[in-house]
């Protein structure tokens, strides 16, 4: 073979070897990108605000204008498309925690706020039985401590030196006169002289031109009411005192927690000028009506005092633990599963025999709520895991999905097309939009603040949810804004009592709320 056929031959099988570099790369390229833009035609695009909206390819939302994003798709399998499959890494990114339903006994706890007072039935009020001017006060000052027969006052009567001129000559008839005597001495025993002192009179023959009022009780003196020198008419109070040997511990019971009182109940309670020290009583009374200014019926205890601890006016904290028979075995969760939305309560349940995380979405009936724990009446069996810490996470990814969440009751039909974007413009009105969540400072104390200003935002007319923080005084709400604004909302909070960042509440309205919630210093 000559030199020349030899250069030919490798010059063809170099050439065939760089084309086969080239178009294979090409067509391998070209497929990729085949490829490429079938997964862009397949992918299905949504608006981080509003999950609702489904397009097919990129573009703005027709609601607010924003760039959509590509819809995430979960893993779950075509025989439940409603689940939610998160990986464990997003699960653990998102703080996703759940724990095992399971019946149990429950026993709810009732905090109640009140203060100590004086029992009424130990209060008296010391009179004068004579008309006549106040001489001397042996009692001088509110507090002190006065007991029974001790002298309160010196009256001098210009009626009560006649009474006794008139005892001193009927006295000189008595044996042919009995009736006048007596009815002269009766006189002197009306203002509360006693026989002694009328024996005396009668028999030393001298005048007394003043008088002696004697407690009639023992007590501590609260209210004094005369001075020196005043004139006082017969039945005038001249001192009130209160026997504080037995107190009173008065207690505000909202109508949510009178339910879960009754007669006889067993109530710990705290005073804030006993730090430390641990006091209880039983329930004597309950109020038969609600006071209709400030909502509240008041629980009386009764408390012996000895040594005058439990002082009138100090502030008391109770807690009663109330077991509920009727809910007796009754599946219990922790509150944080549950998310309410005003009209239905949902929780997540984690689906059994799968290797990662996948949730389903469950509707709920809930019963009373127990410190930080909720009844469940109907909708979860025992041995079910449900989401107790991550839920809003988990409903995040729902509604982004488009599958059935907290916000909607049904699962998205399908994608829109990009054909269909100017009438989806136009008719955004029909789209359901979701509420807006939006948070404010409220002024408050206590946890009888949380239940007032919760009840009152959601008494507002488009306020779905309202969560009021004690710690941080930090109001969240969730409302329709196409039916209320936050001017209301805030005016609704005044409005109770409560003043928030923009406005003041009345003083009138501040000066309704029970003493413990009185915030302003």
């Known amino acids: 073979m000559s030199r020349q056929t030899l250069l030919l031959a490798a010059t063809l099988i170099i050439g065939i070897f760089l084309g086969w570099i080239f178009f294979h790369s090409s067509s391998s390229t070209e497929e990729k990108h085949e490829h490429a833009t079938d997964d862009l035609k397949n992918k299905i695009w949504t608006c981080a605000m509003h999950p609702q909206i489904r397009m097919d390819e990129t573009g703005k939302c027709p609601i607010c204008g924003m760039e959509l994003i590509p819809l995430g798709q979960s893993g779950t399998s075509a025989m439940d498309p409603g689940s939610i499959h998160l990986t464990k890494e997003s699960a653990q990114l998102a703080n996703v925690q759940t724990s095992v339903v399971s019946h149990q006994n429950p026993e709810k706890e009732v905090r109640l706020y009140g203060k100590v007072q004086a029992d009424e039935r130990l209060r008296q009020n010391q009179v004068s039985f004579v008309s006549g001017r106040v001489e001397k006060l042996m009692v001088n000052f509110t507090g002190e401590p006065v007991r029974k027969a001790q002298p309160l006052a010196l009256i001098y009567s210009p009626e009560l030196v006649t009474a006794q001129q008139e005892l001193l000559e009927a006295a000189k008839s008595k044996q042919t006169q009995p ?35 004697q407690s009639t009780t023992t007590g501590i003196v609260t209210a004094r009411r005369v001075n020196n020198g005043d004139y006082v008419s017969q039945g005038s109070v001249l001192f009130e005192v209160s026997d504080l040997s037995t107190v009173w511990v008065l207690f505000d019971a909202y109508e949510s927690d009178l339910p879960f009182l009754k007669t006889g109940d067993k109530i710990d309670f705290s005073i804030q000028a006993s730090p430390g020290t641990a006091f209880s009583g039983t329930v004597k009374f309950i109020d038969p009506v609600i006071d209709p200014v400030s909502r509240v019926a008041r629980v009386r205890l009764e408390i012996g005092n000895p040594g005058g601890k439990l002082k009138p006016e100090m502030f008391a904290t109770g807690i009663v633990k109330a077991n509920l028979d009727q809910y007796r075995d ?32 469950r509707i709920i009936e809930l019963g009373p709520l127990l410190g930080n724990n909720y009844v469940i009446n109907v909708g979860l069996s025992d041995g079910e895991e449900v989401v107790t810490q991550g839920a809003f996470s988990v409903d995040a990814a729902a509604q982004l999905e488009g599958k059935q969440s907290m916000m909607n009751q049904e699962e998205n039909p399908g994608s829109v097309k990009a054909s269909d974007k100017n009438k989806m413009a136009t008719k955004s009105t029909s789209i359901e939009i979701p509420l807006e969540l939006q948070q404010f400072k409220v002024s408050g104390n206590c946890d009888m603040c949380k239940e007032r200003i919760e009840s009152a935002a959601k008494s507002v007319a488009g306020v779905a949810t309202a969560q009021w923080n004690v710690k941080s005084k930090v109001l969240q709400v969730q409302f329709d804004k196409t039916k209320v604004n936050m001017d209301a909302i805030e005016k609704k909070m005044a409005g109770v009592g409560h003043d928030t960042e923009k406005l003041k509440a009345s003083d009138e309205a501040y000066k309704q709320l029970p003493a413990c919630c009185l915030y302003r210093k």
């Open 179 to 213: 009736e006048i005597y007596e009815a002269a001495r009766e006189k002197l025993r009306q203002w509360k002289l006693a026989d002694s002192q009328i024996s005396a009179i009668e028999n030393t023959g001298n005048v007394r031109t003043d008088i002696e009022i």
């Open 330 to 361: 009754k599946m219990v969760i922790p509150r944080s599963a549950v998310l309410w939305t005003g009209k239905r309560s949902v929780v997540y349940v984690k689906q059994p025999g799968t290797e990662e995380p996948v949730f389903r979405m």
